[in-house]
């Protein structure tokens, strides 16, 4: 075809293509404003605009349209993650939605214009009652108004403190409350991640964004807002499509993106550092071996390092079921845990278990073993150079498809731990793909771990947190690893932040303590922060690595089932004229995204409202479905989704979870609940701190006949009991709170994840 009449077909085309387009246009926003006679012409324009360009650069998923009423006044209350919720929230409305803005907008021009056409309804901080007024009157018209009670885009990606202007405007305009929920917009260019907006680098085309609309409630119930916006968001939270992934999946991808660079570093024996492509290839090879096996888990017995790690990856690429096992509780216990899980193969190393049997001589070993150092050694150079030059060449994105991966694991099990059995017989925790692929994403969000960050972990891949933050986050984010087999190596660990340049530990706080003892602020000079969790962090902990180490200790919360994170404290953000808080001491932080939470009175099981210490329940996408065959224990714990937790809590008014103890923890003296841990640390407080060394007491409870309960502290260290009684009752605390029984014992009993041994001490005490 000669060229210009070439070019002329295609002009006409395109000619054609944007009338077209213009003539649908028209007749959708027609259609729009006939079927919505209470939306202006401009307002439907404008929605379909935003329809256009929310569809074109976002995945959508809209839940709850149902429960915004058809007719009279509503009062949208929505979370603030980005500059683009207002879109979000009004595009998806049947009804016209008016916002309260900020005032700012006025002072421009054009978008002053565009505000008043779109009817919003600016706020001004020193004439606020206007702006009241004014959607009061809205909502008594039949209008649906929509507010961000927060008042501010959030800076760390947490919901933040609620203000209760909206409870006086719905009282007023007597009209229902709507929660609202945008999910998926932390980290995007329109939201302030990383402190900046826009200058920062989109993560991926087309991301999947939520909207949900949540139950009608009444303006007098107004202090249950923030617990109803959360339980709005997990539930968006657990549609997120990339939940229905396979762990294989998300660790190649990410394997693939630092293929050439350096992404654990082992310091075992020596120092030991593998790229993401030789990691990859080593857990590809092994895969392949274990998946000629017949049986769906594998046992593995490691402690944290390269051999761990390419061990769990590998079960996951053959899409086996890593169970990693507890070597610390004993034989009965062990037994008891390989027969349930049913594990006939076991990946461990003829070093390790020659090791392990000078503590643990009588550990229960299968018959078919895997010698991981043997089989690594084994496998040909040119294969492992085959493999790695694949992961170097090959798409991230497309390595899974090229490897023959397994892409979609959702609700099948991923990991089967068990707990620590600290207060009876170790349960099984089966976690599927989609709850640790659902932590993983609310460690991102959480901000907890930082991009690009240098992570030590020792804590061993049998504890949860050492199982998903250890191996799973650090091996699938933009994260070198650095391990240790052992944490309670004080000095090897201390070493390993100084000579690698650590930016964030994760510990307990047993083994958090002793580095008072073996490190200066110098080699800690490259630790932004240490994340502490597993057990109640002790605040004179913090207050010591914060004065004698100049490292901030954030208290972070999770358990077994959950995956195990439900709640962290975070840094704080400033940006220069103010201070956004993400980290208060003596909480635990707030929820991470995608957790509701709910508290329950323990004697009567009614819901509290916020606030009020009460039983802690949670409820999300991370949260186990149940036990490893205990459907009995599994009804104990899990009720309509809602998770019971075992510890007593409340949130603050800014959001931040506070627990006050396991019921577990509890003496009921006389008729009083007594918690063992705030006994504790006032004793504590009269030695001036817990020290240095382990832990130097354990406050339990014994049968009492006259009492029901009476406590009883068993120390470590050397106390005199008159004084402690009298330093109690000289700092106020009840006479039912003071001991009246001091046992000294070599030492306090602790499991290997770093707890108590609450068996053990019910146990000494009694």
Same mark, same amino acid.
């Given at each position: ?220 119930? %107004? ?319 913090? %207050? ?223």
């Amino acid at each position: 075809m000669p060229l210009i009449p070439a070019l002329g077909l295609l002009a006409a085309l395109a000619v054609f293509a944007v009338v077209a387009a213009a003539i649908f246009l028209v007749a959708y926003v027609v259609r729009l404003a006939i079927s919505h006679r209470q939306m202006g012409w401009f307002y439907c324009g404008v929605q379909t605009l935003c329809l256009l360009f929310v569809r074109f650069f976002y995945r959508i998923r809209v839940q709850g349209v149902a429960n915004l009423p058809d007719t009279g006044g509503v009062l949208i209350v929505c979370n603030h993650v980005s500059y683009l919720d207002p879109v979000l929230i009004g595009t998806f409305s049947p009804r016209p939605v008016r916002f309260l803005s900020w005032d700012g907008f006025e002072r421009m021009p054009v978008m002053r214009q565009v505000m008043r056409l779109m009817g919003t309804i600016p706020v001004d901080a020193s004439r606020a009652k206007d702006a009241v007024a004014k959607a009061e009157e809205a909502l008594r018209r039949g209008e649906v108004v929509c507010i961000f009670p927060e008042g501010n885009v959030t800076r760390n990606g947490a919901l933040l403190e609620i203000r209760r202007g909206f409870e006086l405007i719905a009282r007023r305009a007597g009209c229902p409350i709507v929660p609202a929920w945008v999910d998926g917009k932390w980290g995007s260019i329109l939201s302030l991640s990383e402190g900046r907006l826009f200058w920062k680098r989109p993560r991926g085309w087309r991301r999947p964004v939520g909207v949900a609309y949540g139950k009608p409630f009444a303006a007098e119930q %107004a202090a249950e807002a923030r617990l109803r916006l959360l339980e709005v968001g997990s539930e968006l939270f657990a549609t997120r499509p990339q939940l229905r992934g396979h762990l294989a999946s998300e660790v190649a991808r990410g394997l693939g993106l630092r293929a050439g660079r350096e992404v654990l570093v082992d310091r075992t024996q020596g120092r030991r550092a593998v790229s993401g492509a030789i990691l990859l290839a080593l857990a590809w090879l092994l895969a392949r071996r274990l998946g000629r096996l017949p049986e769906e888990r594998i046992g593995i017995v490691l402690p944290a390092g390269l051999g761990a790690a390419v061990a769990n990856l590998a079960c996951a690429f053959a899409d086996k079921v890593p169970v990693n096992l507890n070597f610390t509780v004993g034989r009965a216990a062990s037994e008891s845990c390989l027969r349930r899980a049913g594990v006939r193969t076991m990946i461990t190393a003829e070093a390790f278990r020659s090791k392990l049997g000078e503590r643990f001589a009588d550990f229960p070993w299968t018959e078919d073993r895997i010698d991981v150092a043997d089989a690594l050694k084994a496998l040909p150079k040119w294969k492992i150079a085959l493999v790695a030059l694949v992961a170097r060449v090959t798409p991230s994105d497309l390595l899974p498809w090229v490897l023959g991966l397994p892409r979609e694991g959702g609700e099948r099990e991923a990991g089967l731990l068990f707990t620590s059995g600290s207060s009876g017989e170790p349960k099984g925790v089966a976690l599927s793909h989609a709850n640790i692929l659902a932590n993983l994403f609310q460690i991102d969000e959480s901000g907890a771990v930082p991009r690009r960050a240098r992570l030590l972990s020792s804590l061993p891949v049998f504890h949860s947190f050492g199982f998903t933050v250890g191996v799973w986050y650090a091996l699938s984010r933009d994260t070198t690893l650095i391990t240790l087999p052992s944490p309670v190596d004080t000095a090897g660990n201390v070493a390993a932040v100084r000579e690698e340049a650590a930016t964030v530990t994760v510990g307990t706080p047993t083994f958090l303590r002793p580095w008072l003892r073996k490190a200066k602020p110098a080699d800690l000079a490259s630790l932004e922060w240490a994340v502490a969790g597993a057990e109640k962090v002790p605040a004179d902990l913090v %207050a010591a690595w914060g004065r004698e180490l100049e490292t901030p200790l954030l208290e972070g919360y999770g358990t077994t089932e959950s995956s195990p994170v439900l709640a962290v404290n975070i840094p704080d953000v400033s940006d220069g004229s103010q201070t956004w808080r993400g980290n208060r001491i003596g909480s635990v932080g707030r929820p991470v995204v995608g957790v509701a939470v709910r508290f329950l009175d323990p004697e009567t099981g009614a819901t509290l409202p916020e606030g009020k210490t009460g039983l802690l329940q949670v409820r999300g996408a991370n949260l186990f479905s149940g036990y490893l065959g205990d459907t009995t224990r599994t009804a104990e714990v899990m009720s309509d989704g809602w998770y019971t937790t075992g510890d007593l809590g409340r949130l603050d008014e800014e959001g931040f979870l506070h627990l006050e103890g396991r019921l577990s923890r509890f003496s009921k003296v006389g008729g009083e609940m007594v918690p063992h841990g705030a006994v504790e640390d006032a004793i504590l407080g009269l030695l001036g701190g817990a020290g240095e060394g382990a832990r130097p007491l354990a406050v339990a409870g014994r049968a009492d006949e006259a009492k029901g309960e009476q406590l009883v502290v068993l120390h470590a260290v050397d106390l005199e009991p008159e004084r402690i009684r009298e330093g109690l009752v000289a700092a106020g605390l009840p006479n039912l709170w003071i001991p009246r029984i001091f046992v000294r014992v070599p030492a306090i009993p602790v499991l290997g994840t770093g707890k108590l041994d609450l068996r053990a001490i019910k146990h000494l005490a009694s």
